[in-house]
Each structure stands twice: as structure tokens, then as C-alpha cells.
């Protein structure tokens, strides 16, 4: 039962070619330390389920780990575009499907509900349908109205940041919650990482905050800054600063090169020192 | 009194909103216009303060990064469920900011050219489609009106305006209501429910507006065109208290200077919360 590995086993574990749902959104509580592993590892040809996406995807992209995106947005918010998925999608180098918010939860949601698809009218009247061959329209019928068959999205595997996690696999989440839950139902495995592991008893105080049921979850790895240099709430903010120096980073491939090589490739406990090391990382990023 | 384009946007925003409807934060410019608009004529508005949560706090306008921060800005948790139960049962709204707006009210956030090999990929739409299927009203913004952004026809459809799929698919649930730009104030009751004009900002001419904009627009037809009323002096204190940082004027810059200014005032940010935090404590013991 005790599920505690560490970043190199659980990402040697992820054959190539996997299905990968990603938690978080955009700049909050992406899973980094695991996102880092594996844009450090060899093989890739990751095909990635995200519904707000951002670094994790960008890095993944720019670390050439991926195949295909199901995305309904991925981008850096007022920071900018992700370069990388940005330079991906305009010469494209990879395969990408665009969903929406809902399209992505309620894909997940009938791979947890055991059933082919879910009706919605999201989408009606927009080019999502035209540009993205998964969505069917059909007849329902028990009003006749045209509606939109999700499809369901099937994981092999989800990677989800928590903010406390006990060895079994139970995690806590204390920001917004994102659609993580979605993503540990949804996945045949699904890999925590947390801030900081507890034990079961302490992490029972939570309450409702306990969101990753250890059904759900097959590898818990503990990692402290685990989300960095996107935010976890409410320990530290997203790095904008850091964000500053990727974006630049990825304007030229030998300034890309030199940030995989301090960043991406010595993971993880490295990684916290080449960003400043805990204390400045406290000093800078916690409220 | 002085006020400043954003001060006259917002507050032409706050006016759009009321109801007991959840109103999300996602850019600083809709965090307040909802929060000035619950501070005013709307007190029933259930304002969140991040994208997805914090129901019932004051919003901080970086928060629209999509997080709370201390368990004074927890507010009312909610999940992704919630929000879009609000939205599929109309009791939600949100200003939305897209690329590019078209004539008969179809916005793009997603590419420029063709989707499949566009010249410029953007971020992809998001929980958009999700709004233009459902709401009874939808409210666009464009601090840059010009005709890259007011085009006539949209690269892509990331939301659906008026036309035949419209027509066939949905009706009115979720059409196009309202445009505030920085030139005017816009519904879509023109010929086929094209682009109107409903009032220009102080000092913007039908010249200015018409030259402004990818395609031929509607006025009224009296020839005398109402001008948008300016904020109050009420109305520009609740803003600026709210936003002493002035995260709103970042939404009227090129995106490397905004970057760069919002980097500075996110520090200031947590350095104010930060003292304000340790205050708080000091008084509860």
C-alpha cells in the first residue's frame, strides 16, 4: 500500500507513446518536478491531455517529448504566448486537437462514468466543430435538439501536484482545485507529487480538502517546490520572474539549450537551488 | 474630475452587470468592472476573485493568474463544476477580452490564418464556446479597437456570434450582447444583428470610430449619437482603491512592456499582502 517512489522510477515507469492527462491550470499548481523528469528523459512521443494549460506543455513541446495536444487553451495569461507550443502549432511539428473547458472535463468524465461520450451544446455555432473531427453532432432522442457527442478522453496515465499527500496516495488540495480530481478518476494510473508527505492521520484533519482518493492514485512522489515556477496556493506564488527568463529563453535555440541544461535536466533536488535555493524561493514567493 | 480610458471602460462595464449571477475574474478590467458594479447599483452580483473561485471577496486584480493567496482572499471556494453548472443554468457572466471581434459578433482567441497552419497561434478557447451556447448575455471587451480587432470576418470562430450556424443550432442562447471598446459602446441590433453603435467615449468622432473598424458600421439613424456617460467621482475612487497598482493600465500596453510591469507590481503586491497579513495577526492576538 505504501505507493512512495521517487521521480526517476515513476518516469521510467511511463512508456512512450502514453496517454498523459496534466492538472493544474495555466500558472497554478502544475505538476513541474514530474513535467521536468520527463522532459529529461530519453524516449517521448507523449500524446497530452490538458484543459487550461501553460509551462507544463510548453516545456514538454520544447523538450521535443510530445506527439500530440488535446488542449482547450495553453498560453502564459498576460505574460505572454507559450512559445513553444506557439512555434509547434504554426510550423506544424506536432499533432493538436482543440477542445474547450467543459469538452475536456466531460471527456474525462465519461471515461469515469464508463460510457462512449456526453451530450452539451458547448460548441454549437463555433469553429471547435469544424477543425476538431472527435466531436460528433446527434440527434438526442428525447427532444430531437442537436446536440454535441464528447468523446470519451482516456488517460493512460494523469500527473497531479497536491499540496499534501500520505504515502497511500489520499491528497490534499488547498487552492482551486482545477478538474485534478477529473484527471485521477479518469487515468488508468494516476502519479501524485505533493509539497510535503504526512501521515495518514494528520492528513484526515483535512476534511473535504482531502480531493485524491488513494483509489484513484498508483505512485506518490514527494516534492517540495513540486510546482514551481507555476504557483500552489496558498504556499507560494507562480515565479513571474522565472516565467520572464523562460520566455526569453525560448526565443533562440542555443538560449533554449542553455535553460534545458540548467533546469530541465538535473532534476529534482538541483532544480530548487539553480532557481535560488529554498530560502530565496521563500523570500520571494511566499505571502 | 480627470479619469483615464480604463476608468471610462470599466465603468461603461460595471453598467452591463446585475443580478444575483456569479461574475468571474479573468483579466483585471472585468474584476472591476464586477466589483465596482457590486460596490454601486448591484450589490446582489456574487463576484469571484479568481477564474474559478473565491466567491465573495474583494478581487484582487492579479489574481486573475488564477489563485487565492491568504485565507483573506479565500472567499467562497467553488470547483470547475460549479462554475460551469452557473454557466449551462444562465446564472453566470464574464467579460471577456478576445483578439479579434467580427460584424455579426464572433470572436477569436485562437489563431491568426488558418487554424490547421496559422500564422500566429494564440491560446485556444477555452471555456468560450461554453458561454456563446448558453448565456443570455454576452459581453465582449477590446482596449485596442482598430481593424486588426474589429475585423470583418474572424480567422476562427472560438465563440459563436449571429449567423446560419446561429441560426440552425442555438438561437439566441448565448448571442452576442454588448462591446466596450476603447472608442465606444456597441450592441448587435445593426442590419442582421450586425455591429451598432450605442454611444461614443467623450472626444471620439463617427469619423474616428467608422475609420477604426474592419467594416461599414451601423448608427443610429437621428444622426445624434449619445456619448458615453464618464465614470463618477464615486465611481473612479472604488477603482482606484481597489487597484492601487494599476494592474488595469497593463491591459492597454504591447505584451513584453505588460509583462514586465506586472513582474514589478505583482512583488509590490505580495509585499502589501504580506504586511497586511502580519497586521491582521497582530490584532488577533
Redesign the interface.
Known sequence: MNKLLRHTEVVEAIPAGSTIAIGG?????KPMSLVRALAARGAGDFRLIVD?GGPEVDLLLGTRKVSRVV?????F??????PN??RA??Q?TTEFE?W????V?AGLDATVKNVPFLPT????????L??NPSFRLFQDPIEGE?LVAVPALKPDFALIHVNLADPFGNGVIL?????DVLCAKAARHTILSAERIVSPEELQRYGRDVQIHRIHVDAVVEAAWGAHFT?C??YY??D??H??AY?AAARTPETWDAYCARYVTDVPADYIQAVGGPEELVG??E? | MDYSVDELMIAAMARELSGEVMVSSVTALGALSAYLAKRTHAPELAVLSTPESGMEVTPMPTLTLGQFMTDAQRGIPLTMEDIFDAIFLDRFRIWINPAQIDRFGNVNITAIGPWASPRVAMVGSRGIPEDTSHLSAILYYVTNHSPRTVVERVDFRSGAGYGPDRERLLGQRGAPTRLVTNLGVFDFNGPDHSLAVLSLHPGVSREAVQEATGFPLSFSDDGRMDETPPPSENDLAIIRASDPLEVRKLEFLGGREAAERLVQIYERERQAMRAALWQNRGRLR
Open positions: 491550470s495555466s500558472l497554478s499548481r487550461v488542449y482547450a487553451f495553453v498560453g495569461e498576460i505574460m505572454g504566448l507559450a507550443f506557439r502549432r504554426e506544424q482543440e474547450t473547458e467543459f469538452t472535463m451544446h458547448a460548441g454549437l455555432g463555433t469553429d471547435v469544424t477543425v442537436t487552492g482551486d482545485g482545477h478538474v504557483g496556493a496558498p506564488r507562480a513571474l520572474a516565467v520572464q520566455l520571494r514567493l505571502v
